[in-house]
């Protein structure tokens, strides 16, 4: 299964991804497929709880026992919601709202000094952190 990526950005409590999988119509198999991997990652979190860092992250992940009985960790929402973006113009839109969101949450004073997101690759031609499909 492959898929175009046209952007991200990392939050501290959500992520922000654009990307098309290939071919377009597998896109529920895809999201089956990144949670189902999410979840592995999680199990192996949890199998090194001991060293520092896992355990940090899976702290960071943990819900409280009123949210979900069944759930220890939550990564992902219950359902996902795609957001057709068929034309040029929606996705340099989607581009933009998802490079601004650090700056919306007063985490940095522009985009260009969030590090977890495209906005580099986009608009600075820097591949450093990951090289992604062009818009356009």
Known sequence: MSFLLFGWVLMPDHS???????PAE???RFMQELKKRTAQSL???SA???I???GTM????????TVHADSRFRVWQHRYYPFGVYSEKKKLGKLDYMHH???????VSSPDKWPWSSFRFHYQNDSSIL???RVG
């Open 16 to 22: 922000h991804l654009l990307i098309k999988p290939e």
């Open 26 to 28: 597998s896109t529920s």
């Open 43 to 45: 199990s192996a979190l």
């Open 48 to 50: 090194n709880r001991h």
């Open 52 to 54: 520092p860092w896992c």
């Open 58 to 65: 899976l702290a960071q992940l943990r819900l409280p026992p």
């Open 101 to 107: 969101n650090p700056v919306k949450q007063g985490l």
């Open 131 to 133: 090289s992604m499909d």
